[in-house]
Structure formats: structure tokens, C-alpha cells
């Protein structure tokens, strides 16, 4: 198996946020599915899933678990990032002082990066000793952006007041008087 190391906020190597999609296209050739609503499928290893925006530079990269095919796996500071268990995973960073953010399919990190599962993987397909009702999640996936991407709610540690304001501003909680 090999490594592939992320930039958090950055990208990989090969491919880099603020790279012009010619740029990236000329290192990881063009893509195997050009996709919908600005993302591209590479063919590389691991598989690269590339978001653009409007002018056509890159805004995240998404790279996936190629650990079932003997490919690349994804790292960051010596973690394991991809091909595991996003438990074993969350609880790596943690030792090295990078807490988590739940959202609805992953945990995003201060950094500039995020691991997620589809839950197309098992726990049997990483453990075959798993019962088959074994419910924990694999990550399968790490998306790299800028940290602001991905804020999709208040600090962990904000206070009640905090909270309460961040709420007001998404709509949740009616706006105050003025």
C-alpha cells in the first residue's frame, strides 16, 4: 500500500486549491467523468474528485479509499486517514490535538479537511470478524479545502450567547427586536 499526504486547506500534490483547471487537468489528465455542477472524476490514485468554481479554479478535492484495491491511502501527519474506522480515525487526530466536528456523514478539522463515509463500506469489509448489524462507519472519503468551507455551524465551544446569535443568523431563531 502507499501514502499519499494531505495539505490540509491545500489539496495533494498533484492537485492544489487556486489551481487552474488546465493545470490540474495537466497532471492528472483529463477527466474520466467530467460531472455535473462544476466536479470532475480523475482516474488517479486514489481516484481524485475535483470541485471548480465558476471561473474554473479548483475549490476542493476530494480523494477516496483505495485500500480494497491495494492503491494509495490517504494521510495527514502519519494518520491513516481513509480505508478505517472513522471512530479509530477521530481518535488518532485527537491524540494529536486536532478535534473534530461532526457533521451528517463525517467530522471536519480545523486544519482545512474533513473525512467522510457513504457508508458504501462495511465493517466487515475492513473487520471479517464484524457481526454483520456491526454499525461502525468507514471512512472512506477526505475532502481538503480552506477551514471556511467547512463551518457549517457555531463553534464548539461557543457560549449560550454565541449560540443563541449564530442561531438568530440562520434563520432558526426569529431575528430580535430592534
Given amino acids: 500500500m502507499f501514502a499519499v499526504e494531505i495539505i490540509p486547506g491545500v489539496g495533494v500534490d498533484m492537485v492544489k486549491i487556486g489551481d487552474r483547471r488546465e493545470v490540474a487537468e495537466s497532471r ?22 475535483v470541485t471548480y468554481d465558476a ?9 477516496s479509499c483505495s485500500g480494497q484495491h491495494g492503491g494509495e ?14 471512530d479509530d480515525v477521530v481518535a488518532d487526530l485527537a491524540a494529536l490535538g ?17 473525512i467522510f463515509s457513504m457508508s458504501s463500506l462495511r465493517a466487515r469489509d475492513l473487520d471479517p470478524d464484524a457481526s ?19 463551518d457549517y455551524g457555531p463553534p464548539a465551544d461557543a457560549t449560550p450567547e454565541e449560540l443563541e446569535a449564530w442561531l438568530r443568523e440562520q434563520g432558526v431563531l426569529p431575528a430580535e427586536a430592534g
Fill in 98 to 114: 486536532h478535534a473534530g466536528t461532526p457533521f451528517d456523514i463525517g467530522v471536519s478539522f480545523e486544519p482545512g479537511f474533513a
Fill in 73 to 86: 491511502e490517504i494521510f495527514f501527519n502519519g494518520v491513516q486517514l481513509t480505508c478505517r474506522f472513522m
Fill in 132 to 150: 454483520e448489524d456491526d454499525a461502525r462507519a468507514v471512512a472512506e472519503g477526505v475532502a481538503i479545502a480552506p477551514r471556511a468551507y467547512f
Fill in 28 to 49: 492528472l489528465g483529463a477527466p474520466v467523468h467530467p460531472g455535473r455542477d462544476r466536479r470532475a472524476v480523475y482516474s488517479s490514485d486514489p481516484m481524485l474528485v
Fill in 55 to 63: 471561473d474554473d479554479i479548483v475549490e476542493l478535492v476530494e480523494a
